[in-house]
């Protein structure tokens, strides 16, 4: 469980609370039966892959857990898994301050320059209390797509309802700043 994974994290020298890293750690172990868990089954068989079999051989794994070396395709597959692992029991959305807070671990203005302009956004919502999987996903593909002065967003384009009033929030956030 997540008190576990913080003891090894804490053990490799990993701040369990704000370093990426605790979050790649259950990834490239395999972690995906059950939100913020690692099973034993898992963990044994991730670590047979990773080619490791002690805390000391875990550590030594620690730089290649950097997220600034994935490519996009496998930072994807990652970003998603972030927001799986942090789901609570069979719910299917995490609390928008969850989402503030695992962006601000997970993402960085080069992977998503929308992220500072989009958590401001949310942190003024009130119709946004919880965000869905779609949306989390639909997030790095926009921020990644669009210009941040949204001069190419398609606005006939299908994306989620949140990301539609993101764009009007920042057009009007642009034209009082007069950007």
Not at 5 to 21: A, L, M, N, S, Y
Not at 24 to 31: A, E, F, H, Q, T
Not at 38 to 63: A, C, N, Y
Not at 147 to 156: G, N
Request: glycine residues 8%; charged residues 25%.
């Amino acid at each position: 469980d997540m008190v576990g994974i913080g003891q090894i994290c804490e053990e490799i020298g990993i701040d369990p609370d704000t370093d990426v890293r605790a979050l790649v750690l259950p990834w490239r172990l395999g972690s995906g039966s059950k939100p913020g868990c690692i099973t034993r089954t898992e963990f044994v068989e991730g670590m047979r892959k990773l080619g490791k079999d002690s805390i000391k051989g875990l550590k030594e794994l620690v730089p290649s857990f950097d997220t600034g070396f994935l490519e996009r395709t496998d930072f994807r597959a990652f970003y998603k898994f972030a927001f799986n692992f942090n789901l609570e029991g069979t719910k299917r959305t995490l609390e928008k301050e969850i989402v503030a807070d695992l962006m601000g671990i997970v993402l960085d203005t080069n992977r998503a320059p929308h992220m500072t302009s989009f958590l401001a956004f949310l942190e003024q919502a009130s119709d946004h209390k919880l965000i869905n999987l779609d949306q989390w996903t639909s997030f790095l593909h926009f921020s990644q797509t669009t210009q941040l002065d949204l001069s190419d967003f398609d606005e006939d384009g299908a994306w989620p309802i949140l990301l539609d009033e993101y764009v009007g929030w920042q057009k009007e956030q642009l034209a009082v700043n007069g950007k």
